[in-house]
């Protein structure tokens, strides 16, 4: 859990390099990258002396050496009487500019994000009241929808996959469906997989659990553990869904992955029992990630994993059910600490990973903690731009002290969308 740091007041002109010194003032009042930081170098000391401040505070178990003392300080450090800025000074205040524009930058990146994962689960919505009365239409509808996202990752080199907030992620069968399809595609992507593929791949996982329709809602929303009877009926829903999928007129490759998604490396899935060799490649790709979702979007919120635990979990304990080479392209892609996860830094400062680039597994974005800041004003660090800070360990809601909790909001639901380098720069 986290707690409050132990701070004591010095004279500005005992500072030196090695204190870790607390600034009890606005992040926008200075011009350093934190509130909380250790002093690497004079210009930091000068820029210290310069604020205006009658004190400031330290804290010493973080601290590489004490403060100067006051006897000797006049001599070792005087206080700075430059009226302008050095060239260090305006170093700094350029530097801080632009983690500013980052930030505003990031913010917009997420605000996107959400509009367009909230623009696509409604388009999904209509798609899913048309299965019946018109099921062509709506397949035509599901190829346009996935078309867009499909181009939209295989045009683009760089994509950031960002978690959404409870807000605008609801809890039903849609927004599972639409998780399984838009992770399966980035991850597709990572594959190297053809176009075409990974269009059928987001088809297939969009309506992957099809067949629940035809399966007593009793059974499908039950908590509880199943009868056998019962498993045997849900199980059924791949079979129900190929035949649904047939009158919608999706093709082979979509109704592979509806039928096969449970199906285990291992033989141990359903519905035929296959091992891995005569399982398709791009059903394997869906049962990770329908996994993965179950884990962190349980019935149970409090039976959920977070996403840390999750591909933890999949990885130590599951591995023998999935395609190993496809796992591990997934880790790699979500991250270490995927979206979503809470984190301590190494600074002690806890935090919440709210996107990542699968280029940099262990240097996501970071919301951070700092009650200095307004929360809706939170600062986000990325941490391949921050080389001295790293993630010192994934943490739990419940290790959260309750003001830490409100100002992060952990997510209750696990809901992802990515952002794509391109769509940004057409959006500027």
Same mark, same amino acid.
């Given at each position: 859990?986290?707690?409050?740091?132990?701070?004591?007041?010095?004279?500005?002109?005992?500072?030196?390099?090695?204190?870790?010194?607390?600034?009890?003032?606005?992040?926008?009042?200075?011009?350093?990258?934190?509130?909380?930081?250790?002093?690497?170098?004079?210009?930091?000391?000068?820029?210290?002396?310069?604020?205006?401040?009658?004190?400031?505070?330290?804290?010493?178990?973080?601290?590489?050496?004490?403060?100067?003392?006051?006897?000797?300080?006049?001599?070792?450090?005087?206080?700075?009487?430059?009226?302008?800025?050095?060239?260090?000074?305006?170093?700094?205040?350029?530097?801080?500019?632009?983690?500013?524009?980052?930030?505003?930058?990031?913010?917009?990146?997420?605000?996107?994000?959400?509009?367009?994962?909230?623009?696509?689960?409604?388009?999904?919505?209509?798609?899913?009241?048309?299965?019946?009365?018109?099921?062509?239409?709506?397949?035509?509808?599901?190829?346009?929808?996935?078309?867009?996202?499909?181009?939209?990752?295989?045009?683009?080199?760089?994509?950031?996959?960002?978690?959404?907030?409870?807000?605008?992620?609801?809890?039903?069968?849609?927004?599972?469906?639409?998780?399984?399809?838009?992770?399966?595609?980035?991850?597709?992507?990572?594959?190297?997989?053809?176009?075409?593929?990974?269009?059928?791949?987001?088809?297939?996982?969009?309506?992957?659990?099809?067949?629940?329709?035809?399966?007593?809602?009793?059974?499908?929303?039950?908590?509880?553990?199943?009868?056998?009877?019962?498993?045997?009926?849900?199980?059924?829903?791949?079979?129900?869904?190929?035949?649904?999928?047939?009158?919608?007129?999706?093709?082979?490759?979509?109704?592979?992955?509806?039928?096969?998604?449970?199906?285990?490396?291992?033989?141990?899935?359903?519905?035929?029992?296959?091992?891995?060799?005569?399982?398709?490649?791009?059903?394997?790709?869906?049962?990770?990630?329908?996994?993965?979702?179950?884990?962190?979007?349980?019935?149970?919120?409090?039976?959920?994993?977070?996403?840390? =635990?999750?591909? +933890? %979990?999949?990885?130590?304990? #599951? $591995?023998?059910? @999935?395609?190993?080479?496809?796992?591990?392209?997934?880790? *790699?892609?979500?991250?270490?600490?995927?979206?979503?996860?809470?984190?301590?830094?190494?600074?002690?400062?806890?935090?919440?990973?709210?996107?990542?680039?699968?280029?940099?597994?262990?240097?996501?974005?970071?919301?951070?903690?700092?009650?200095?800041?307004?929360?809706?004003?939170?600062?986000?660090?990325?941490?391949?731009?921050?080389?001295?800070?790293?993630?010192?360990?994934?943490?739990?809601?419940?290790?959260?002290?309750? =003001?830490?909790? +409100? %100002?992060?909001?952990?997510? #209750? $639901?696990?809901? @992802?969308?990515?952002?794509?380098?391109?769509?940004?720069? *057409?959006?500027?």
């Amino acid at each position: 859990m986290t707690t409050v740091p132990i701070t004591t007041s010095i004279d500005l002109d005992q500072l030196c390099i090695g204190l870790y010194v607390h600034l009890d003032l606005a992040w926008l009042e200075h011009s350093f990258a934190r509130n909380s930081f250790k002093i690497k170098n004079q210009a930091q000391i000068a820029a210290l002396q310069q604020l205006g401040l009658s004190s400031i505070r330290i804290e010493a178990a973080r601290s590489d050496c004490p403060p100067l003392a006051k006897s000797i300080t006049s001599e070792l450090a005087p206080p700075s009487t430059e009226l302008s800025p050095s060239a260090e000074e305006i170093a700094l205040i350029e530097s801080k500019k632009n983690r500013v524009e980052k930030l505003n930058e990031e913010r917009a990146a997420i605000a996107r994000c959400e509009k367009e994962f909230i623009k696509t689960a409604a388009a999904f919505k209509n798609i899913a009241s048309k299965l019946f009365s018109r099921p062509q239409d709506a397949c035509q509808d599901a190829d346009h929808l996935i078309g867009q996202m499909q181009a939209a990752l295989v045009d683009d080199m760089s994509v950031a996959i960002h978690v959404m907030n409870d807000k605008v992620a609801g809890e039903d069968a849609y927004y599972h469906s639409l998780n399984v399809s838009v992770l399966a595609m980035i991850l597709g992507k990572e594959l190297a997989l053809p176009a075409e593929d990974i269009k059928a791949l987001g088809i297939g996982c969009l309506f992957h659990d099809i067949g629940k329709i035809e399966i007593p809602d009793r059974i499908v929303n039950k908590h509880s553990e199943l009868s056998r009877a019962e498993q045997n009926l849900l199980q059924q829903h791949c079979q129900y869904g190929v035949t649904i999928a047939e009158k919608m007129g999706l093709s082979k490759a979509a109704r592979e992955i509806i039928l096969q998604h449970h199906e285990y490396a291992d033989g141990s899935g359903y519905p035929q029992q296959l091992r891995l060799e005569r399982i398709a490649r791009l059903a394997r790709i869906a049962c990770i990630i329908n996994a993965y979702d179950k884990l962190c979007n349980h019935p149970n919120p409090a039976e959920s994993l977070t996403p840390y =635990e999750a591909l +933890a %979990y999949m990885f130590k304990q #599951q $591995r023998k059910l @999935y395609d190993p080479a496809i796992l591990n392209m997934f880790i *790699r892609c979500m991250g270490v600490y995927p979206p979503g996860t809470l984190v301590e830094l190494s600074d002690g400062t806890p935090g919440m990973v709210v996107s990542n680039s699968a280029g940099m597994p262990l240097r996501p974005s970071v919301l951070i903690y700092d009650p200095s800041v307004p929360k809706d004003e939170a600062i986000i660090l990325n941490l391949s731009e921050e080389p001295e800070l790293s993630i010192r360990a994934s943490l739990k809601a419940k290790q959260l002290q309750p =003001e830490v909790y +409100a %100002y992060l909001s952990p997510r #209750q $639901r696990m809901s @992802y969308f990515f952002e794509s380098s391109k769509s940004t720069s *057409r959006k500027n």
